[in-house]
């Protein structure tokens, strides 16, 4: 109710302003514990157990600066990122944009971070805290070797996140999605997963962290049979479909032609789709994460029921604000009972 009265005066802040009001509100606020939910909606995930679905999708807290106030809200993980090793400033101003008519947003922000150190003390300033925070990594845009980028950021991050996800899906750093193509993308988990033979494992736990892989939907389905063959034949724990898309369809907003991603309302057939389409090539045989035009309970379920272990949301939180996970994982709650479905687990890929 507070965020209905508050939106009009957020939604008339340039966008990235708007979204650093709340990253502050949010460092501000008086620190909360993981919101304890049913038991029902747990689930196992690549020897990891997350007390509900729902995650925050990477690119709301690229910096490590807030996960244990989203943890707070509800949420049963955090990806924060994406990190790349050194700092860097992201593509020129104004690069987010607002679609309000579509219930969607427009970004080409460029991989902006502080780099891998500055993100790595935050975490370990956190170390013994309560909650699942994944790490999202990438590449500098003007590095030389991207795959030494991502082997240098999993050795880094390996002893800090419960788990680390390859993003080579962004559309707004030059070149990165070919790293998706076959042969490409067998060299970079090789050397990611040889740094993490070498990484130190977080503490309390005997190695390495899962590794997830980040895709676009933008793919063939020549691309998607390749990337699920590579996925099932290396030791990746999971794929997470999908990132933002190049495509438009049928846009009501003057920001409809803008460059860069579109995330929100209309990502989420594309995205079901993709999701769908992930969990034929796998037979599945991997774990999926859900992630596209989320922003309902309704909307989670028909990912859960689609083939996916886990969902994440991001740009449904501008639109409905910081309680939305609250009313997701309930209205989750009343979907199972009216589906007579006892468990998360025994409704992945039922339809």
């Known amino acids: 109710m ?17 979204h650093r009001l709340s990253v502050a509100a949010l460092r501000k606020a008086p620190l909360r514990a993981p919101l304890h939910t049913d038991a029902s909606l ?10 509900n679905p729902l ?19 509800g949420f049963g993980h955090v990806e924060i990122g994406s990190v790349t090793p050194l700092p860097q400033a992201g593509n020129p101003k104004p690069r987010l944009f607002r679609l309000a008519e579509d219930r969607a947003v427009i970004n080409r922000m460029g991989f902006n971070n502080g ?6 003390a935050r975490l370990r300033a956190r170390s013994g805290r309560r909650g699942i925070v994944g790490i999202n990594v990438g590449a500098n845009k003007d590095s030389v070797d991207r795959v030494a980028d991502y082997a240098t950021m999993a050795r880094l991050m390996a002893p800090l996140g419960d788990y680390l996800t390859i993003n080579i899906s962004s559309p707004n750093t030059p070149g990165l999605r070919g790293l998706q193509d076959e042969g490409a993308l067998t060299g970079l988990i090789d050397a990611v997963f040889g740094a993490l033979d070498n990484a130190a494992p977080k503490a309390g736990k005997g190695a390495p962290p899962p590794v997830f892989l980040k895709v676009a939907p933008d793919l063939e389905p020549a691309d998607i049979d390749a990337i699920a063959r590579i996925a099932l034949e290396s030791r990746l724990a999971a794929l997470v479909v999908s990132n933002t898309t190049l495509s438009r369809g049928e846009l009501l907003s003057a920001h409809r032609n803008e460059a860069g991603g579109l995330s929100g309302a209309p990502l989420k057939d594309l995205a079901l789709q993709r999701l769908r389409h992930f969990r034929t090539a796998t037979g599945g045989n991997i774990p999926l994460i859900g992630v596209g035009g989320i922003a309902t309970a309704e909307d989670a379920w028909e990912r859960i029921r689609a083939g996916a272990s886990l969902v994440q949301l991001y740009s449904a939180m501008v639109y409905r604000g910081p309680g939305l996970a609250r009313t997701i994982t309930h209205g989750l709650k ?5 589906d007579n479905i006892s468990t998360i687990a025994e409704a992945i890929g039922t339809q």
């Open 2 to 18: 507070l965020f209905d009265l508050l939106r009009p005066a957020l939604f008339r802040l340039d966008p990235e302003k708007a």
């Open 42 to 51: 747990a689930c196992d995930v690549a020897g990891l157990h997350f007390p």
């Open 55 to 73: 995650g925050v999708a990477a690119g709301y807290d690229k910096d490590a600066e807030v996960p244990d106030p989203l943890l707070g809200l």
């Open 115 to 120: 780099g891998g150190e500055a993100v790595a």
């Open 334 to 338: 009343q979907l199972m009972q009216r």
